[in-house]
């Protein structure tokens, strides 16, 4: 039931026009930042040279272009979430998934994959632009996997917060913009807080991910992850439940 | 209720095949305002009920009930009770859902799918088999009329499609009941007839619950009719027994050659004669002494030309006054009967 839910919520996002645009403009724009970033690289290679452990084409190119592809992913992932729930709401159809014999854990998740599987497809793209890199150099692939699981898990934590807003409200337009605060807003506060170990950092899912970007496993981002999401699916979960209780 | 204590499965398996929908007690209130009071249902199999009543008098949400999209209030405190073919909906919902078709109001379309599509996926989303659904899909498109229109894009589909789209989705897994509300609204009169063709073949396997406002609905394809006001069941029988109940015994008749109105007045069984124009009549008559017949043989015998004679057809406002009024009253109904007329 979740995998038929999921590839429903595919195959509406790629019946829009919308979703191929934003497809293909994302596309030009990691490219045209991964190519840049090489060309940096390029220049400054032998410079690069000169130093005892100098970093390689996987840090100086991949690093920054997943932490580029980790911010555009923050303001886009609200602009998906926003239809989740709330449009389905706006159109009706909630009805129909209320009235199938489906529970509310398995509505959530179905869209909370689906979405998931699509912002992979989205920004599959940088991890493939970096393997052609393993054509003419010896590429670091285990902070480019390292990369990809922080970006996965960042991308699965946005989709929750998303999803669980979309929740709230009959509509989508309030529900990207109030997805858009919440991620800002975290993200905000932790480049603002001054203090090393301020609790804001710990509280903004980019400031975990940057220890993924830098080739950093840390169980306890990893696990900062799955609880963020978790929390967030089970209010939504919650709030479909309520749905159902106060209409 | 026999049914509440079953000694053997053997009893509860047939009074489940028997009764696909037993409602009781249902109570909702948003906020504070209750909208729903004390409802009970109770279909058979075979069987078309109407739901009948004005805008706001509590049909959507009692359907949004019986179909899970909204829970009874306190459903432990008000010991109120929603069986689905003999499954508690409230306890086991997603068994219970399983036998059931609903049409909200608004047709629950994707509009960016198309028909086939979402057709597929509502019949998997109520658990269908895969292998089963080819067969289901055709047999659905080939009853609503969607034949031609298999792979168009809903939202390119006029409103008569979308409806009927609508109606597919409730029924394509074979549903024990059929819940439907207002399935007509929106539909130009041809589509209405083919609709309620519809739904009185649906009734011959499963049960059906509609809702509507319309009598002539009633009249047209439910075998029973509960009426409701302003959240309560205030009527319900057969829809031949409220037809009895909705039909004022009189007609309208024209005459182009029209004797004093007293004439009319003196021919048996007529109450009383109104002149509404110089050739207009209003008679009525005792319930069960039609005076029609004798009054088309003095109309032939003394030259009245006969124009026109139209059999009197009462408005739903008019059965709703007659109803709350046969019954004793009690301030509610007094209420009920005051609103009734002078909307």
Known sequence: ?247 | MSNATPPANQTAGQSASDITLSARNLTRSFGSRQVIHNVSLEIRRGEVLGLLGHNGAGKSTTLQMLTGCLLPDDAKNNDCSIEICGIDLLRHPAQAKAHIGYLPETPPLYRELSVNDYLIFAARLRGMKPAAVAEALDQTKQRCGLDTVGSKIIGTLSKGYQQRIGIAQAIIHRPALIVLDEPTIGLDPTQIREIRGLIRELGDSSSVILSTHLLGEVESVCDRVEIMQHGKLIYGDTSEHMQRHGSVSGFIISLRNPPPPCELGSIGGVTSVEQLSSTQFRVLHAPDNNPSGALLQLAAQHNWQLEQLTPLQATLEEVFVKITGDETASTEKAAAQHSGETA
């Open chain 1, 1 to 247: 039931m979740i995998r038929l839910l999921a590839v429903r919520e595919l195959r509406s996002l790629f019946a829009m026009p919308s979703t191929w645009f934003v497809l293909a403009a994302l596309q030009f724009i990691f490219a045209w930042f991964f190519l840049e970033l090489l060309q940096v690289f390029l220049d400054i290679q032998p410079q690069l040279a000169q130093l005892a452990n100098a970093p390689g084409a996987t840090a100086t190119v991949a690093t920054p272009l997943f932490n580029l592809a980790a911010l555009l992913l923050m303001m886009l992932a609200p602009m998906f979430t926003m239809r989740l729930i709330a449009e389905e709401r706006r159109n009706q159809t909630l009805a129909l998934l209320l009235s199938a014999p489906l529970a509310n854990r398995q509505i959530v998740l179905g869209k909370f994959f689906g979405l998931l599987i699509f912002l992979a497809i989205l920004t599959a793209g940088v991890p493939l632009m970096l393997c052609t890199l393993a054509l003419g150099t010896h590429l670091d692939f285990g902070l480019l996997l390292g990369n990809m699981l922080g970006l996965l898990l960042l991308t699965a934590s946005y989709i929750a917060v998303g999803l669980y807003i979309s929740a709230l409200t009959a509509q989508p337009v309030i529900a990207a913009i109030g997805a858009l605060a919440v991620l800002a807003g975290l993200w905000l506060a932790d480049i603002a807080a001054s203090a090393e170990n301020s609790l804001l950092h710990h509280l903004s899912p980019l400031y975990h991910f940057r220890n993924f970007n830098s080739g950093l496993l840390d169980s306890a981002d990893a696990a900062y992850f799955v609880l963020f999401t978790v929390m967030f699916l089970l209010l939504a979960m919650k709030r479909l439940q309520n749905n159902r209780r106060y209409g």
